[in-house]
């Protein structure tokens, strides 16, 4: 199983960007799938996630501003970022608890981080 994430980019403060985030592999289930983020030096928050109930939480800090979206037929996650800030600025991570066909148990996977650089 695999995260694979995209749609970084440089913007300026007040800008858009879309981040995607595809699961791909020999996925059964997907009980869980958001978006984290980390600045140097501080520890991984959750920016915004569907739980395995379906429902959404937000960060305080993104409410409002981010919408978070999910096509369960192709695994793909979507991370809308508008009126974006310069204190966005940070390496934004997928993540995902899956249910892996052929394994017992689920699993924590992790996409390799996307930079968003907001300029003031």
């Known amino acids: 199983v695999q995260l694979q994430a995209s749609g970084g980019g440089l913007v300026q403060a007040g800008g858009s960007l879309r981040l995607s985030c595809a699961a791909s592999g020999s996925i059964s289930s997907i009980n869980f799938m958001g978006w984290y983020r980390q600045a140097p030096g501080n520890q991984r928050e959750l920016v915004a996630g569907?739980?395995?109930?379906?429902?959404?939480n937000y960060a305080d800090s993104v409410k409002g501003r981010f919408t978070i979206a999910r096509d369960n037929a192709k695994n793909t996650l979507y991370l809308q970022m508008n009126s974006l800030k310069p204190e966005d600025t940070n390496v934004y991570y997928c993540?995902?608890?899956?249910?892996?066909?052929?394994?017992?148990?689920?699993?924590?996977?992790w996409g390799q981080g996307t930079q968003v650089t907001v300029s003031s």
């Open positions: 569907f739980t395995g109930g379906g429902s959404v």
């Open positions: 993540a995902a608890r899956i249910r892996v066909v052929g394994k017992g148990g689920i699993f924590d996977y």
